[in-house]
């Protein structure tokens, strides 16, 4: 049985942003402690040794604070760490061979940037859980992104996905708000938490952006 889960405050922990391994534990757990409802690891800069290592060393905080653990792309490291999942994207391995893989328990996410991309996910039955929709503004973090689609595409990305849908990309504490008139499901934030000063504080604000939005 597929785990309940809770897109609210998405954190995508980015190594390299929060300075290596160790400050990746402490961003996390302080994320955790302010709010965060997911933590996907993304690391694509890392060699897969040390991501399967972080991996493992994120679990256990995790699964203490009842929030999915997701990995980025690799299904290898989904596995070898008991991760609850995996996010993938359009030139990722599909997501039908995903579950295959991965069984009927895992959470898999899917990342959309056109309502073309939203139309095949939607056929895809309960292959997938949610959707990542985005990059909602520019963004450094992910150098292959699509365009941007802007608060309106996103809002349209919305409301024809069947699945619940997380905005990302360029979403940071001062237009969160704005992020939220397109009524996704959560915002999923990398610089956001992992460059914040206080990374618990961070966590908590958006959290405060997302019960405000909610009716």
């Known amino acids: 049985m597929r785990p309940a889960f809770d897109l609210s405050v998405y954190l995508v922990l980015d ?19 302010g709010g965060a409802t997911v933590v996907q690891l993304r690391a694509p800069e890392w060699h897969k040794r040390a991501w399967l290592a972080l991996a493992r060393d994120l679990l256990p905080l995790t699964r203490a604070a009842r929030v999915p653990l997701i990995i980025d792309d690799h299904l290898d490291i989904a596995l070898a760490a008991g991760a609850d999942g995996v996010h993938v994207g359009q030139r990722d391995l599909p997501a039908h061979v995903a579950r295959e893989l991965l069984g009927p328990d895992a959470l898999i996410g899917l990342s959309v940037s056109r309502m073309r991309e939203v139309d095949e996910a939607n056929a895809l039955g309960d292959t997938i859980d949610y959707l990542g929709a ?48 397109a009524k996704p499901a959560g915002l999923a934030v990398v610089s956001a938490i992992c460059k914040a000063p206080n990374a618990r504080e961070a966590a908590a604000r ?3 952006t997302m019960s405000r939005a909610q009716p």
């Open 134 to 181: 985005g990059p909602v503004f520019a963004t450094s973090t992910k150098t292959d992104a699509s365009a941007p689609c802007g608060i309106d595409g996103l809002a349209e990305l919305c409301a024809h996905a069947r699945y619940p849908t997380v905005a990302i990309g360029g979403i940071q504490l001062h237009n969160a708000a704005d992020v939220m008139r």
């Open 206 to 208: 958006l959290r405060e």
């Open 15 to 33: 190594p390299v942003q929060c300075g290596g391994h160790a400050a990746s534990l402490d961003v996390a757990r302080a994320a955790l402690a």
